[in-house]
């Protein structure tokens, strides 16, 4: 009679393993499916059914790529770069103005990597660089980079913004 050591895992079936790639893709859609471009833990128990694999192991693709959010998002995505170049131009004070324009002026980017104002409209993060650094302070806006960023413009772009969602 043929036994197995109870310590000893079944063989996978490879063929019945989703490719890293479709589990990326169904995070990634069900991320942008969301109102506030984010994944719930409702969502990642869902994906996690539907793709058969192991909740941890959609947890930790969920959080490794800095692109999925497990938090809701704002409408409007302010990313201020905190490179070595950014910071030596200032950088740290467009975060700080721009956090406390938001009404966060208590945020600290050494205690969160990024705050969304109570609203939903903003949601303000850092980025190591962007590889602009020619074009220091960088501050990129919905995907638009600004270069050479003063406190005074941001806070122009910040408002007009503002404005346009009370349209
Ligand atoms: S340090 Fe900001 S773009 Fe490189």
Do not use: W
Request: include cysteine; hydrophobic fraction near 35%.
């Amino acid at each position: 009679m043929e036994t197995q050591s109870p310590t000893m895992a079944p063989p996978r079936d490879a063929s019945r393993q989703p490719s890293p790639g479709a589990l990326l893709t169904a995070l990634e859609e069900a991320q942008s499916a969301d109102e506030y471009n984010h994944l719930s833990e409702e969502t990642l128990r869902k994906v996690a059914r539907v793709s058969g694999e192991p909740l941890s192991r959609v947890y930790s693709v969920a959080t490794f790529y800095s692109f999925f959010n497990l938090k809701p998002q704002g409408k409007h995505t302010i990313i201020v770069c905190r490179g070595t170049a950014c910071h030596t131009r200032g950088s740290l004070n467009l975060l700080r103005e721009a956090a406390a324009r938001l009404g966060m002026p208590e945020f600290r980017e050494d205690e969160e990597p990024s705050f969304t104002t109570d609203d939903r409209l903003f949601t303000v993060r850092t980025v190591a660089c962007f590889g602009q650094c020619a074009l220091a302070p960088v501050v990129s806006i919905d995907g638009t980079i600004h270069s050479r960023m003063t406190q005074g413009k941001l806070c122009e772009l910040l408002d007009a913004i503002r404005k346009g969602a009370r349209r």
